[in-house]
């Protein structure tokens, strides 16, 4: 664990997986490896104080659906909206700028539904309930990530 590999995957009751890393290398192949099972139609919800690794996190689904150049995995911040192709299609919106839940909904996100893996930086303010894997990323000390996956139904 010393090299920034992610520790061993657990469960935990209804909290659902908690991976912890120690690097951004770490936190890209903790996403990487949940991924690789994606088949499209994913819904990802990333939540997480500004800074705390979503966009690595999308980096690391986007290596995992086999995106060859991940160096173009940035937040979408201004764009709201990035596209890339990989093994199915990718999604990845983020949601920052927008504070207005009529704003969010005129992006039209859900004609992306079951056309590829959605990833939604903000996730916490889709205001729909939406069939996802909620990606909760807390800062520790330095750039150690505790990171909670778990399926959700709400934003």
């Known amino acids: 664990m010393k090299d920034g590999t992610p520790r061993r995957q657990r469960t935990a009751p209804?909290?659902?997986?908690?991976?912890?890393?120690r690097s951004r290398g770490g936190t890209f192949r903790a996403a990487r490896d949940l991924?690789?099972?994606?088949?499209?139609?994913?819904?990802v919800l990333l939540v997480g104080e500004l800074g705390a690794g979503k966009t690595v996190f999308a980096q690391g689904i986007?290596?995992?659906?086999?995106?060859?150049?991940?160096?173009?995995?940035?937040?979408?911040?201004?764009?709201?909206?990035n596209i890339y192709d990989a093994r199915v299609p990718i999604f990845h919106f983020d949601l920052?700028?927008?504070?207005?839940?009529?704003?969010?909904?005129?992006?039209?996100?859900?004609?992306?539904?079951?056309?590829?893996?959605?990833?939604v930086e903000w996730g916490e303010r889709l205001p729909l309930e939406v069939?996802?894997?909620?990606?909760?990323?807390?800062?520790g000390e330095g750039t150690r990530r505790t990171i909670t996956v778990t399926p959700s139904t709400r934003p």
């Open 96 to 119: 920052y700028r927008l504070s207005e839940a009529s704003e969010i909904l005129d992006l039209g996100w859900e004609d992306f539904l079951d056309r590829g893996v959605i990833i």
């Open 131 to 139: 069939e996802a894997l909620r990606v909760t990323i807390e800062v």
């Open 62 to 81: 986007s290596s995992g659906l086999g995106l060859e150049d991940v160096s173009q995995v940035c937040s979408p911040s201004y764009t709201l909206l």
């Open 35 to 43: 991924a690789r099972g994606f088949r499209g139609g994913e819904v």
């Open 14 to 21: 209804s909290r659902g997986r908690i991976i912890r890393t």
